[in-house]
């Protein structure tokens, strides 16, 4: 999710129990161009959990070279990836707009061809996360398709791309396409609790489950803990956690900073006045002063 798996915050979930993380979203062209601050998104921190770089893009040659690419800096140290992830199902209209995300979830040769390059050209593994279509469902199609390419795992989120994040989702799609593929599959969407995983599991037979909103501002949903069950006292100690880690990778910065601080204020009385004064910060220290001096009630 951009804006809030940096390193710091995905080691933090690692701590508390995730089984494998992924990058924010990545421009499949500007690994190809080298660009700093892509780099910089991607570099090596001292990573050890399993991590998936995740890339977009809308062709196969420039996906399969950024994949390329990705797999040299594995190799070379210069990132912690363990896997590439390529990314169809991601719906955000400037994505979209290019030709990739879920919008390749409506060519689905296509789909195999960017794996099939990729498979060829990159020292990782491979894996896929798709939507259960465009605007159409036609996730099975998809599935056997990205199986038969070379991919070595499949990630679903069981909305199409018209449905967004709205509160429809299907979970048996799921289920579907894990009687139709041998590799390992991840389940997706509606998981909103530590129970809603082990459901959807029990429910689907899917291998693993990804979890992304639910996670924010509660590293501790790992652990098993839903956001009910995280009072303020845990929130900040957490927050103060992430801080810590961010200092020791080097990467400390303010946007992220803020937009995990404003996760971390929620869930407790008068969580919106915290907030508001957040939202005022210009810079790490502000942020952090506002958060050491609120943590201060909660002790």
Not at 138 to 154: D, T
Request: with cysteine.
């Amino acid at each position: 999710m951009a804006a809030y798996t940096d390193a710091p915050f995905r080691s933090l979930c690692a701590k508390y129990g995730a089984g494998a993380a992924y990058t924010e979203l990545v421009s499949a062209s500007a690994i190809v161009r080298k660009n700093p601050k892509t780099f910089e998104m991607v570099r090596a921190r001292g990573e050890k959990y399993p991590l998936g770089l995740q890339i977009f893009g809308s062709s196969a040659e420039e996906i399969s070279n950024a994949a390329k690419i990705c797999g040299e800096y594995a190799q070379e140290g210069k990132c912690d990836a363990k896997f590439v992830d390529l990314n169809f199902g991601c719906p955000a209209s400037k994505v979209v707009r290019i030709g990739g995300g879920s919008a390749i979830l409506a060519t689905p040769k296509k789909a195999g061809e960017i794996v099939n390059a990729c498979v060829k050209k990159c020292a990782l593994p491979i894996s896929v996360k798709i939507r259960l279509g465009f605007k159409e469902k036609n996730y099975l199609e998809v599935a056997k398709i990205v199986e038969g390419a070379g991919a070595s795992a499949l990630c679903v989120h069981c909305r199409t791309k018209e449905e967004g994040f709205s509160e429809k989702f299907d979970w048996n799609a799921i289920g579907e396409i894990k009687s139709a593929v041998s590799i390992p599959l991840i389940g997706n969407g509606g998981v909103r609790m530590p129970a809603d995983a082990k459901r959807m599991m029990e429910q689907t037979g899917c291998d693993y489950v990804m979890v992304g909103r639910a996670a924010l501002g509660n590293p501790y949903f790992f652990a098993g803990k839903g956001a009910r069950e995280v009072d303020a006292r845990m929130r900040f100690a957490a927050f103060s956690e992430y801080l810590e880690i961010a200092r020791k990778m080097d990467a400390l910065q303010y946007e992220y900073v803020k937009a995990h601080a404003l996760e971390f204020a929620s869930g407790f009385e008068k969580a919106n006045r915290v907030r508001e004064r957040l939202g005022k910060g210009k810079s790490v220290e502000e942020i952090e002063t506002v958060i050491k001096e609120v943590a201060l009630k909660y002790k």
